[in-house]
């Protein structure tokens, strides 16, 4: 067994440890309905799809990812247990990565218990489950993306409050940097490249790519690569922030 | 072996370290002790490899904790200030994840569970959630998995730091129990820890080796080393002066009524045979007469209050 799966495994542990995983499935779950009933209109739109689900996933994700993550470094820091796992023979990418798994594992299942979503969808109608299929990946991938953000950010700073408003603001920008609201704010100074780069960062366009059903290499590769860029960042703030 | 050469660390302009060189060798249990804000949590911090020195480097059994990170950890039991463990897990399940990280499996973990346990005398509280354990608990548990995987090395900083005095005498006796073979560090600012666990003792201030030998060598640079009290049980005329005038005698501190008397030796003179036979040649009664082995304390004054 290796390090990673060491840590993992006891990080999704203390999540069962406390009500913090029973509460955050259940307001999940509870949330997700509500935009796919109320919000989405799941009935009136008469159609045999999961669209109203999945579209509200990276606002649903922009407050409840960073409240899983927010906790990833912060409570080993305030509590003293960094000290602990950090001086155990592992290496701090071990550390990183095992305790993203286990967050982003249990993301993964807190998504897979929205499965009577999908049973119901399939006794109303035939939907194409390719497409929904995707969609539960794109979502997957994305979440992944927040939440190594949130690691991140969680490293930063032995407060908790502090690490899930950071994270928020971060994945905010994240999710809507294709849109007027970030890019009008470089417009006319930024130069354009730095714009289109930014432009190319939105969570929001690369995740209605897949969910469309296409899962283009493109934009997992985007999810994937951001999520690396920001674990490797965690890993960097660690080292940085060691003797604090 | 631990080798610890010119070891220094700085945060921002602070010198929390500076230039610190020393050698632990196998059986030697090394009392680290210094005022807060010494140097100690640092120092034993790089020893463990949870910080970087700014330079120099620290060795353990040849490993440089810098360069062969894990193997030097490997050979470590540390436990950190505090002993800090991840509270909501249970006892039990907390070991057995420290002994998996330690590369423990199958058998050789178990066996290794059931000795700690039973040293620690954890096996009432398994099953407990490490949260709703009392501190002298905490502690053993915090002990228990520095010592799981039986190190060469064990590095316990402030290991009785706010325990009862029952607590700490367990604490004691546990480091105490370890094999002779093994090193063993700790850090205290509590000096009769040194007397009751140590074979020797490091005094640093501002991140700097002051003094370094053996409790009884550290002891005998207390001014009151050797000296004598004699309570008399009257104030006898002329008392102070005759014994003032006893070989070997430097100085004698009577008190306002003159019947407690401290009789201060010349450096490597015993007075108290001397002046034992005085007190029965003159027929002098008295309550009390026994000698100063040196005050620790007064040493680590001393020699922490000059280098400042």
């Known amino acids: ?244 | 072996m631990i080798e610890v050469s010119h070891l220094s660390r700085r945060f921002g302009s602070f010198v929390a370290v500076d230039d610190l060189s020393f050698t632990v060798r196998p059986g030697e249990v090394l009392g680290f002790l210094g005022p807060n804000g010494a140097g100690k949590s640092t120092t034993m911090k790089m020893i463990a490899g949870f910080i970087a020195p700014s330079a120099g480097s620290v060795r353990i059994f040849g490993r440089d904790v810098q360069q062969q990170t894990q193997d030097a950890r490997r050979l470590i039991g540390y436990l950190p200030e505090g002993a800090p463990s991840y509270e909501d897990m249970r006892v039990m399940e907390f070991l057995r994840f420290i002994g998996k990280v330690r590369s423990l499996r199958g058998a050789d973990l178990d066996a290794r569970l059931d000795s700690v346990v039973e040293r620690m005398d954890l096996g009432g509280v398994l099953q407990q959630r490490i949260e709703t354990l009392s501190k002298g608990f905490k502690r053993r548990v915090g002990l228990a998995q520095a010592i799981l995987h039986d190190p060469q090395v064990l590095i316990l900083d402030e290991p009785t730091d706010g325990l009862d005095p029952n607590q700490k005498h367990q604490v004691r006796e546990l480091i105490r129990g370890l094999s002779d073979e093994k090193i063993v560090v700790v850090s205290t600012h509590i000096l009769e820890e040194v007397h009751a666990v140590c074979n020797r003792a490091i005094i640093v201030a501002h991140g700097r080796v002051v003094a370094d030998g053996t409790p009884a060598e550290l002891e005998s640079r207390s001014p009151t080393h050797r000296a004598v009290h004699l309570h008399l049980a009257e104030a006898y005329a002329g008392a102070v002066a005759a014994i003032a005038a006893l070989a070997g005698v430097r100085e004698v501190r009577a008190d306002a009524d003159g019947k407690r008397l401290l009789v201060l030796p010349h450096p490597e003179a015993s007075p108290l045979a001397a002046l034992a036979r005085l007190v029965h040649d003159r027929g002098w009664v008295a309550d009390e007469l026994h000698v100063e082995r040196g005050k620790l304390d007064e040493v680590f004054r001393n020699i922490t209050r000059e280098a400042a």
Not at chain 1, 24 to 44: K, Q, S
Not at chain 1, 170 to 199: K, N
């Open chain 1, 1 to 244: 067994m290796s390090m990673v799966s060491i840590i993992a495994r006891r990080e999704l542990g203390s999540y069962f440890a406390t009500p913090l995983a029973y509460v955050f499935v259940l307001i999940f779950l509870v949330l997700g309905g509500v935009f796919t009933f109320y919000i989405g209109g799941f009935y009136e739109r008469g159609q045999a799809d999961l669209v109203p689900f999945f579209s509200f996933h990276p606002w649903l994700y922009l407050f409840l990812v960073p409240a899983i993550a927010m906790r990833l470094w912060s409570e080993e820091r305030k509590s003293g247990t960094i000290e602990l796992l950090l001086t155990l023979p592992l290496t701090k990418m071990d550390a990183v990565l095992g305790k993203f798994l286990a967050a982003w594992l249990f993301t993964g299942l807190a998504l897979a218990l929205s499965f009577p979503l999908w049973i119901t969808v399939n006794v109303l109608g035939s939907p194409d489950n390719g497409v929904i299929l995707a969609s539960y990946l794109g979502s997957w991938l994305m979440a992944g993306s927040f939440l190594a953000i949130g690691s991140c950010m969680s490293a930063l700073s032995r407060n908790q409050v502090i690490a899930f408003i950071t994270t928020v603001v971060v994945c905010f920008l994240f999710t809507l940097s294709g849109f007027p609201l970030v890019l009008d704010a470089l417009g006319g100074w930024a130069p354009q490249l730095l714009i289109d780069a930014i432009a190319s960062m939105s969570f929001l366009t690369h995740f209605t790519a897949i969910s469309k059903g296409v899962i283009g290499l493109r934009d997992v590769l985007f999810f994937v690569s951001l999520t690396v860029v920001w674990l490797a960042a965690t890993a960097v703030v660690i080292e940085l922030k060691q003797a604090d």
